[in-house]
């Protein structure tokens, strides 16, 4: 199975700021690479498909990047509704696997 | 609206069975694949089950293999996950997801609880 590790598992950054997510995959998966947001209690929401392309009605502050083993998820300028848990997604191979998730807070 | 609408969840014993259910609306079900993507209490989220537009492919994870069965029907615009022998560990929220561009998940459920306990 393909394990993916995302960093930071969390991490807190004010209103305005540039926050970067990591997720590392156990082995190459092109651009195979999801990602999305998830608020307590509720399901999660498809932010980014294939590595970098935006999901319909996303904000365009969020972007995604990286290819083969190494991704990540940006938002430009951090905005209050954007305190979520935050998941990357393998779609290369069965089992598809998801990151264990990075949560982020607003200070 | 395009909407996942999932039922069937509740409390059973360990060893029993239960059968969820996600009902579609809004979208050409038959065209799509669809997933069952599951989440312990404080923890991640757990791909555990595919099958294709057609019914014809099915996939499953490790751990629900011979236990969990996924099927749909497309006249009724449904999917299911026949439960069987069910484990503590089986306690989640089980959500059923759309299968679009790249095999990302773009509609999803509100999810159901199950709860295995005695």
């Known amino acids: 199975d393909i394990q993916m590790t995302q960093s930071p598992s969390s991490l807190s950054a004010s209103v305005g700021d540039r926050v970067t997510i990591t997720c590392r995959a156990s082995?190459?998966?092109?651009?195979?690479l999801n990602w999305y947001q998830q608020k307590p209690g509720k399901a999660p929401k498809l932010l980014i498909y294939?590595?970098?392309s935006l999901q319909s009605g996303v904000p365009s502050r969020f972007s995604g990047s990286g290819s083969g083993t190494d991704f990540t998820l940006t938002i430009s300028s951090l905005q209050p509704e954007d305190s979520s848990t935050y998941y990357c997604?393998?779609?290369?191979?069965?089992?598809?696997?998801f990151g264990q998730g990075t949560k982020v807070e607003i200070k | 609206e395009v909407q996942l609408v999932e039922s069937g969840g509740g409390l059973v014993e360990p060893g029993g069975s239960l059968r969820l259910s996600c009902a579609a609306s809004?979208?050409?079900?038959?065209?799509?694949?669809m997933n069952w993507v599951r989440q312990a209490p404080g923890k991640g989220l757990e791909w555990i089950s595919y099958?294709?537009?057609?019914?014809?492919?099915?996939q499953y994870a490790d751990s629900v293999k011979g236990r969990l069965t996924i099927s749909r029907d497309n006249a009724r615009n449904s999917l299911y996950l026949q439960m069987n022998s069910l484990r503590d560990e089986d306690t989640a929220v089980y959500y059923c997801?759309?299968?679009?561009?790249?095999?990302?998940?773009?509609?999803w459920g509100q999810g159901t609880m199950v709860t295995v306990s005695s």
């Open positions: 294939a590595a970098s």
């Open positions: 082995q190459s998966i092109s651009t195979y």
């Open positions: 997604q393998q779609t290369s191979s069965t089992p598809w696997t």
């Open positions: 809004g979208f050409t079900f038959s065209t799509y694949s």
């Open positions: 997801a759309r299968d679009a561009t790249a095999e990302a998940f773009d509609i």
């Open positions: 099958i294709s537009s057609s019914g014809s492919t099915k």
